[in-house]
């Protein structure tokens, strides 16, 4: 088997990332519309454009705070990621992702978890979530809570 078809999909992933790393916040407000979006995977998409931006996407937080709550479990779980890849800035998205522990969705669990182990919250309600999603039934969301409670 050629190895070429693997050179050639790395750098199509890549150049996405990288095009998409070098995304000003300016396009912030275009993915916030995006999140509005009546398909699924394009909420899904914008949340994933909002995550690769970063602490750039700060502007993102109320609407992806909103978003913890759509229909679809890929837009919550990608909606946690932005907020984690956003890290202490998104500060006030803390009680919604401590709610979104109890998802019945274990993708969406664990990634509320990562985010707040990124955003790094002290004390308040978000303990106590943390603290019994180490009983969870899923592994990863159990290790992602217990490196949020450090």
């Known amino acids: 088997m050629s190895a070429r078809p ?4 790395s750098f199509v992933l ?3 990332v990288t095009v ?6 300016p396009s912030v407000p275009k993915h916030i519309q995006r999140l509005k979006s009546y398909d699924a995977k394009e909420r899904s998409r914008a949340a994933r454009a909002l995550m690769i931006l970063g602490p750039r996407a700060q502007g993102a937080i109320g ?4 978003a913890l709550g759509d229909k679809s479990p890929s837009v919550r779980f990608t909606a946690a ?3 984690g890849s956003i890290g202490p800035p998104a500060i006030g998205a ?3 992702l401590a ?3 109890e998802d019945e969705k274990a993708a969406v669990r664990w990634n509320a978890a990562a985010a707040l182990a990124k955003i790094k919250p002290v004390g308040g309600t978000v303990v106590y979530a943390l603290t019994k ?3 969870d039934d899923n592994i990863q969301v159990r290790r992602y809570a217990a490196d949020a409670l450090g």
Request: glycine letters at 0%.
């Open 6 to 9: 693997l050179v050639l999909a």
């Open 99 to 101: 709610a979104a522990l």
């Open 63 to 66: 609407a992806l705070t909103e």
């Open 94 to 96: 803390v009680d919604a």
């Open 133 to 135: 999603a180490l009983k």
């Open 81 to 83: 990621q932005a907020l």
């Open 14 to 16: 890549l150049l996405a």
């Open 20 to 25: 998409a790393a070098h995304e000003d916040a």
